[in-house]
């Protein structure tokens, strides 16, 4: 596995608003990832500024965070297909378009994702690999 870590929005929620269930979970794991590439995407970014619509301080701090910590590291056109085809692969849950992008993302940089969504230790890259994932209890 690379050195690389991908950001889910449940991460970045729990990061950034200190009355998220998973904020004190969320602060200790991101404290441990200062020598890991942090990478996300605009749909998990996108998601999260919608969690956090209630604390204009936390969407400040989501902004600040990506310019000053945070590498956004995928091209949806580029990946369209596979996006798409996971999408479809995953109907039955059904799977969010932030989801599918980190789910491809960790193909792409086989790194593994900080999350708190039950539903990454469902979905898996390379059709039948478990994705790593730091920040759920396995």
Known sequence: ?????LLDASALVGILHRNDQWHSAASR???TLKDSQILTCEPVITEAWFLLGG????????L???QDAVSISFSLAEEIREVQ???????E?????ADACLVRMSEIFDAAVFTFDSDFNIYRRNRNEKIPVIG???
Do not use: C, D, K
């Not at 596995?1 to 870590?5: H, K, L």
């Not at 604390?55 to 989501?62: G, K």
């Not at 085809?85 to 109907?91: F, I, K, N, P, S």
């Open 64 to 66: 600040g965070l990506v």
């Open 55 to 62: 604390s204009e301080f936390a969407r400040v701090a989501l």
């Open 29 to 31: 794991v991101f404290s």
């Open 1 to 5: 596995m690379t050195n690389s870590i």
């Open 136 to 138: 759920l209890q396995n």
């Open 93 to 97: 849950l059904p799977m969010s378009l």
């Open 85 to 91: 085809r996971l999408v479809a692969r995953y109907r």
